[in-house]
């Protein structure tokens, strides 16, 4: 089936620093993908839309000079957490959907990435 | 504004037991729904979803979803509980626009529970 490989899983990192976050579609092309981040009561707040060779999309809220978003190729979007703060930590999810098959397809996810920021 | 909602934080059933896991939609046309299940520290896995057809869906570990459009409820079912199933559980929604690109709108989440 159709994986999706999201790495790190685990990164603490110290304030003020950068952090990136790969996101892979490892046997299929996705022009889109999506990154979520999940608060610990559960909630997954979609953060933005990845789309390839252009600008990402980003919901309400969400900073873009703070969460760059790079999906320069057809199987690889990543995220970096710019400068990043204590209340950034948070687990980070990646998905995606195969663009050559159903529109109507379910998304494939990541395994998350927990960013702890110290 | 399209939304969807599981009004229940936590669910908990004996093992064995039949379990269901509420879901209601606010969508505008027919939506596409989903089931998603989340283990600990990992990210979603499908379990099943309704686009047309059958209003009774069947999905991965004998759960099954009931469509019912004049409630706009999609409830996920299984019939016998088993301990792990324990999990969390997120319906969602995804606007019907035909573009691969359309984002899905996920519910809360739903942590079910199954007891020895």
């Known amino acids: 089936g159709a994986v999706v490989s999201q790495h790190p899983s685990r990164v603490i990192c110290k304030s003020g620093t950068s952090v990136k976050i790969e996101c892979r579609s490892l046997?299929?092309?996705?022009?889109?993908m999506f990154w979520y981040r999940q608060f610990p009561k559960k909630s997954l707040m979609l953060m933005a839309t990845?789309?390839?060779?252009?600008?990402?999309?980003?919901e309400q809220g969400v900073e873009k000079d703070k969460f760059l978003i790079n999906h320069a190729s057809l199987t690889l979007s990543t995220l970096t957490v710019t400068s990043a703060h204590p209340e950034d930590s948070s687990f980070y999810i990646c998905?995606?959907?195969?663009?050559?098959?159903?529109?109507?397809?379910?998304?494939?996810f990541g395994n998350g990435t927990r960013l702890t920021v110290t | 504004a399209q939304s969807v909602a599981q009004p229940e934080d936590q669910v908990n059933v004996a093992e064995g037991n039949p379990l269901t896991v509420k879901c209601t939609y606010s969508?505008?046309?027919?939506?596409?729904l989903f089931w998603y299940v989340q283990y600990p520290n990992r990210g979603l896995q499908f379990l099943l979803k309704?686009?047309?057809?059958?209003?009774l869906v069947k999905g991965s570990y004998g759960f099954e979803a009931e469509f019912n459009k004049s409630q706009t409820s999609f409830h996920l079912k299984k019939p016998s509980a088993l301990v792990s199933d324990s999990a969390l559980y997120f319906c969602?929604?995804?606007?019907?626009?035909?573009?691969?690109?359309?984002?899905?709108?996920f519910g809360s989440g739903t942590r079910l529970s199954i007891r020895p």
């Open positions: 969602a929604v995804r606007p019907p626009s035909g573009s691969s690109a359309s984002k899905i709108i």
């Open positions: 990845s789309n390839e060779g252009s600008k990402a999309t980003y």
């Open positions: 046997d299929f092309q996705a022009t889109t």
């Open positions: 998905s995606a959907r195969d663009s050559s098959g159903n529109p109507n397809s379910p998304l494939h």
């Open positions: 309704y686009i047309t057809g059958d209003n």
């Open positions: 969508v505008s046309g027919n939506p596409y």
